[in-house]
């Protein structure tokens, strides 16, 4: 394994903070909106910061040839499905739980990258995953009975893990020739129709608007949940994707549901447990078996 350059581990920190402390806002977001007209509001939000961005840089917002299918195809299982799979676990499970069931994205990673492209799995790697995996089952188990009472709320859940995994290797493994943010904006673009019309068809329109709006606090929550971690870290996101290996990449995401915890912790004055303690160390040990080269390379 080569070494990790400090400029990804200072991406992969970034993502982890944006990532994980989203997880509270995104609870009190919800406390006083709809999930599709919420999921609405941010993807419209990281349409245009990313626009915005793209527009100052001058970057070109031209698709190579023959590249709108796995264009396509990677928005539909990275933002989609995503959305769509998250939203619809959180009406038979709590938040919490299916957002640790969407981090099991790294074991479907390694299972699919060993099975279906026959990627070698190296000691040291398969050690990392085998640990990053305890550390998702000390995360699920004190809410294996929810699972049980809600198994829609399970399958969703691991769908969105699973959907992400195929999207992180349709990304990974299509060249994408002048492509930078805008890889980030086109996929949010086409999803956002799709996730606007769940809202209106679900939702509604939200005809108590005005004059009960969502509290400033919730809003912010919202709009903060579009700029910073659906625009920049999905953007930081795929650029970690061509950056590193699939598998090494997928397991960064595995410290995602601790910050998360931790975050909950701090901002909602939640408990912590011995199981989610035992996550955390878990979680240590597997991002440095995967990122810290060994002695021999």
């Known amino acids: 394994m080569t070494s990790v ?3 990804v581990l200072a991406l992969l920190g970034a993502l982890t903070l944006v990532w994980g402390t989203n997880w509270p806002l995104f609870r009190i977001a919800l406390d006083e909106m709809p999930v599709w ?5 941010v993807l ?6 990313l626009l915005a961005i793209l527009l100052v840089r001058g ?26 799979a998250t939203s619809l676990a959180v009406l038979y499970i709590p938040s919490g ?41 000390a995360l699920m188990a004190p809410n294996f009975r929810d699972y049980a009472q809600a198994p829609a709320g399970l399958f969703w859940g691991l769908l969105a893990g699973f959907c992400w995994a195929v999207g992180t ?5 299509t060249a994408w020739p002048g492509m930078g943010l805008s890889l980030t904006f086109w996929q ?17 329109l939200p005809t108590h608007w005005p004059p009960n709006w969502p509290s400033a606090k919730a809003l912010a929550a919202t709009l903060y949940t579009g700029a910073i971690p659906m625009a920049f870290g999905t953007a930081t996101w795929f650029a970690l994707v061509k950056l590193l290996p699939a598998q090494v990449a997928a397991l960064s995401s595995i410290a995602i549901p601790i910050v998360a915890i931790v975050s909950g912790i701090v901002i909602l004055h939640e408990p912590l447990s011995w199981l989610q303690a035992a996550a955390i160390a878990s979680t240590v040990i597997s991002l440095w078996l995967a990122l810290v080269p060994g002695r021999n390379g």
């Open 188 to 204: 949010v673009v086409i999803c956002l129709p799709p996730i606007a019309l769940g809202a209106l068809l679900i939702d509604g």
């Open 97 to 137: 739980h299916a957002s640790v069931l969407a981090y099991t994205m790294p074991l479907w990673v390694a299972a699919m990258g060993f099975l279906v492209f026959g990627q070698r799995l190296t000691p040291r790697l398969l050690a990392a995953i085998a640990i990053g995996a305890a550390a998702v089952v």
């Open 5 to 7: 350059s400090p400029k």
């Open 59 to 84: 970057e070109s917002f031209a698709v190579p040839k023959g590249k709108w299918p796995a264009l396509v195809a990677a928005s539909v299982m990275n933002i989609g499905v995503w959305n769509i």
């Open 44 to 49: 419209a939000t990281a349409v245009v910061m």
């Open 169 to 173: 290797f349709i990304v990974k493994r």
């Open 37 to 41: 007209t919420f999921r609405t509001v």
